[in-house]
């Protein structure tokens, strides 16, 4: 299953979940090293696309930790609406507690600025952020992320938790658009 068709666009695999994997035990092994010894950190995983990045990474973890959810949402399409919708906020007390975000993707970095300045009024001890994949061409924040799976080129990608108007979330490989009809 090379190809494959959701909607009006045509797909091809372009990442193999085995590469994905491997990038994410060497995210868990940084974050156990970086962590051993500390508080028990909270993570905090973007729904709905680091769904599955946070189930295989949580599996990898050897440190204690706690999980929760925030659901945000800026995508339509393929495109970034620049704006940020919160659709399940943030209802878990931070204060001087170690916080990672689990990100699927950072793209522009607006999802991340906003739940990063929303973290930071709790006045947590520290915030750190761990993101699948990053598209370093069209980042344009300043806030450092910690951990980064994968640099991918500035294409629209769906699979392994991201969708295509909610569509392909399901599939194991991440794949690139071909075309556009
Ligand atoms: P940002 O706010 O522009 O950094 O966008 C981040 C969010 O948009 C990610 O959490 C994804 O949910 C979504 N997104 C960004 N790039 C892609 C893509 O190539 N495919 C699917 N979703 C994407
Ligand atoms: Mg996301």
Sequence with gaps: MNKIRLEDKEFQVSIHYKTIYQSIKQIASQINHDFEGEDTPI????????????????KELRINSYLSFVKMASYQGMNSSGEIRELIGLNEDLADHHVIVLE????SGLTIRRLYEQIQAHQPRSISIATLLLKPDVYGESIALDYVGMEIPNDFIIGYGL???GLGRNLRDIYKVVNNG
Aim: glycine fraction near 8%; charge should be negative.
């Design 104 to 107: 699927d993707i950072v793209d």
């Design 163 to 165: 969708d295509y108007n």
């Design 43 to 58: 993570f905090l995983s973007i729904l709905n696309g680091a769904f599955m990045f946070t189930g295989d990474l949580f």
